[in-house]
């Protein structure tokens, strides 16, 4: 099948959101994506992919928690790698990671899984807007372990195709 297929390493932040909507906008041309984000905690709201709607639809307030899920998907990477940092008042926290801790500080590895849920919820929603463009079964695949890089999920869709079967 003929057609452009994108593959990206290392499309830092908000890059990520600019290559996504250039393949969602060029619908004869790319007829596949294959993209490893990675640097959350650069994202944009201007630039995010994803848009204020599906922010809102995760029952975040884009004005305010967009920046806190943005900084706190550091801790997916920071705690992986032993540099983690102390939580800080409350505001820089999402309020289901307040809730989740209770007032005390969380460990590193529910500062590292709540950094992965945010790297998560910021890729679906470019998987959405992937979909959204005619990318079918856009889906947040795992490339390589955890012990090699915490920075190992690649956004993976095709043009009017199903997935292979595993």
Not at 42 to 55: D, K, N, V
Not at 65 to 86: H, I, K, P, Y
Not at 151 to 166: C, F, Q, S, W
Request: proline fraction near 5%; glycine fraction near 10%; charged fraction near 20%.
């Amino acid at each position: 099948r003929g057609g452009l297929t994108l593959i990206g390493k290392h499309i830092c932040g908000s890059a990520s959101d600019m290559v996504i909507r250039g393949a969602s906008r060029c619908p004869g041309d790319v007829h596949a994506i294959v993209l490893a984000t990675c640097c959350h905690h650069r994202c944009t709201l201007r630039e995010y992919a994803g848009g204020l709607s599906f922010i809102e639809s995760v029952g975040l307030r884009p004005a305010t928690d967009f920046q806190a899920l943005t900084r706190m998907s550091s801790w997916a990477v920071n705690e992986a790698q032993g540099r983690g940092e102390s939580d800080g008042a409350g505001p820089t926290l999402l309020p289901a990671a307040q809730h989740f801790s209770q007032g005390r500080a969380l460990d590193p590895s529910e500062r590292q899984a709540i950094g992965r849920q945010c790297k998560d919820i910021l890729d679906v929603g470019r998987c959405l807007l992937l979909r959204a463009s005619g990318f079918a079964h856009p889906r947040l695949v795992q490339y390589v372990d955890d012990a090699i890089t915490p920075e190992n999920m690649l956004i993976v869709a095709e043009r009017g195709r199903a997935p292979p079967e595993a």
